[in-house]
């Protein structure tokens, strides 16, 4: 399901032209995703496909587990891998056919990852590049591509998992900046994430890098600042993530290759933030920062804070603490993160009334 064309026109106009108008703010209902065991001390959820399937993990006392939801078949545990043991998993990425990708390591702190693929609720580790013992998977277009990193520390590299085969990505912008980490692939194979910048390693660099064509763009950053880091990419191209100077705090953006980045109002009470997905009308969400972690959606034109859309008497708290985030959003306008319900730490998903 998508959103209407009528609003996927406006969207892109508004974007266009900076944005005039002031409309009546979106309402939502909210669903508690829940946990995959009733014992388990808290749930988030970390990526939503344009179709709206969603994934992330659910934490137990001993054990992490990923798991997959949609509207129609609620929450489904995943195994965890058991050769090599992995009992700390998440669910990164998903696509609409439910094939979810991710990670699996040996603590709670994420030692020794390797990436995993969920198939009809099977795992398997997904294979590495030759030489590498290390790696993790941020996302899988419709064609069973997958992205995410290899390595660690100042050897960590953006990879590509596709075909039985992992590789390094190692193709650079003109400037010779290289992805350090993929963390979004849409399904025309563009693929975004944080890159490095051999001649000023201080700065972080956004890049979006063409699989199908083999060409890589730095998005640049905001006036002021000097870096960027790319968090996802819509079907239609739009790319959000976070600029700033460095490796500070930075200021929420939305790109495109048409009008280039532009900078996404920050919520009411908040000082940075960072956009951390998007859909194909150009609506985004993602967490600000001020006193408490405020999830936010930019709907083109105005920013709001995700907890002054819900209903009266939901049970949730998006306004205060620090759990609080918005972290995808599919093209029917689903947002997921993760926020506080009756006390507890809990996924959610939020549906356009």
């Known amino acids: 399901m998508r959103i209407a064309s009528k609003l996927g026109t406006l969207a892109v106009a508004l974007l266009s032209l900076g944005g005039v108008a ?15 065991q009733t014992a388990n001390l808290a749930s988030q959820a970390f990526r939503v496909s344009p179709a709206g399937v969603v994934t992330g993990r659910s934490l137990g006392s001993s054990q992490y587990r990923a798991y997959r939801w949609t509207q ?23 696509n609409d056919a439910g094939v979810v990708v991710g990670v699996g390591a040996t603590s709670a702190s994420g030692l020794n990852p390797l990436p995993l693929i969920w198939q009809g609720g099977v795992v398997s ?11 993790r998977a941020n996302d899988v277009n419709k064609s069973m591509v997958a ?25 650079t912008t003109p400037a010779g900046c290289y992805l350090v980490s993929a963390f979004s692939i849409n399904n025309n194979g563009l693929v975004v994430g944080l890159g490095s910048d051999p001649n000023n390693l201080s700065r972080n660099v956004g890049i979006v890098y063409n699989s199908v064509t083999n060409t890589a763009t730095e998005v640049g950053a905001l006036p002021g600042m000097n870096g960027a880091v790319a968090y996802d990419v819509s ?3 739009y790319v959000v993530g976070s600029s700033m100077s460095n490796q500070g705090s930075g200021t929420p953006f939305i790109w495109n290759s048409v009008n280039g980045m532009r900078a996404i109002p920050l919520p009411t009470g ?17 967490t600000a920062s001020g006193a408490s972690a405020v999830p936010f959606l930019f709907d083109g034109v105005n920013t709001y804070r995700l907890g002054d859309l ?23 306008g689903v947002i997921v993160g993760t926020g506080v319900h009756n006390g507890a730490t809990h996924a959610y998903a939020m549906i356009p009334r």
């Not at 002031?22 to 995959?36: E, F, H, K, M, R």
């Not at 129609?72 to 998903?94: E, F």
């Not at 580790?125 to 790696?135: D, E, T, V």
């Not at 933030?273 to 969400?285: E, F, I, L, T, Y």
């Open 22 to 36: 002031n409309a009546a703010p979106p309402q939502y209902t909210i669903v508690d995703l829940g946990t995959v």
């Open 72 to 94: 129609a078949g609620g929450l489904t545990g995943l195994p965890n891998l058991t050769s090599p043991s992995r009992i700390y998993s998440a669910g990164n990425g998903v």
């Open 125 to 135: 580790q997904l294979p590495l590049p030759p030489g590498q013992s290390l790696g």
């Open 147 to 171: 992205v995410g990193s290899v390595g660690g520390g100042s050897s960590e590299y953006g990879a590509i998992f596709s075909g039985g085969t992992g590789r390094v990505i190692t193709q």
């Open 235 to 237: 079907e239609n191209g």
């Open 270 to 286: 908040t000082s940075s933030g960072s956009a951390r997905g998007v859909n194909s009308a150009g609506w985004a969400v993602g």
């Open 310 to 332: 819900l209903p009266a008497g939901s049970g949730w708290n998006l306004l205060t603490g620090t759990s609080n985030s918005a972290m995808g959003i599919s093209d029917s």
